[in-house]
């Protein structure tokens, strides 16, 4: 007959020694919270080409807050330069620099001549910023292109 033995094995004991090439003291770096900046005034400069509109809010030295254009917001080809996607580009800078800085004010620079710069405009006021100044800042040629040369007889 089988006899059942109960055999048990013992494990050899183990002692495992830390080194460590640290001193004793160990040095903790202190992680600081993240600031949130306001700036209650900012600027909006608005670049409308035909191709594409482009957003972007700033505090008042020139520092970026906030950017997004119509080819981030999933637009391709053509309809990067409609007005709607200047609109829905806008709306998403705007809740941005909304959300994290807090900008309620901004005085806003439109530059090119593109369908998307009335667009961005009004949906500004969607997002109840309060619009100090409107200015144009789009260049203007003085002197023109250099003239054709003269025919030869």
Wanted: proline share 3%; hydrophobic share 40%.
């Amino acid at each position: 007959m089988a006899e059942e033995k109960n055999s048990t094995v013992a494990a050899p004991e183990v002692t495992a020694e830390v080194t460590s090439a640290a001193p004793a003291t160990a040095i903790k770096t202190k992680s600081r919270k993240k600031v949130k900046r306001s700036v209650p005034l900012g600027q909006v400069h608005i670049q409308a080409t035909f191709n594409n509109t482009i957003i972007s809010f700033a505090d008042s030295h020139g520092n970026i807050l906030s950017a997004s254009s119509a080819g981030a917001c999933g637009f391709r080809g053509s309809k990067k330069g409609t007005a709607y996607a200047a609109q829905i580009a806008t709306d998403k800078a705007a809740e941005m620099a909304k959300n994290q800085y807090g900008v309620t004010r901004v005085d806003v620079f439109v530059k090119g001549v593109g369908l998307g710069r009335d667009a961005a405009v009004r949906a500004l006021t969607n997002h109840d910023l309060q619009i100090e100044s409107i200015n144009d800042v789009t260049g203007v040629p003085h002197g023109g292109v250099r003239p054709k040369r003269e025919r030869r007889a």
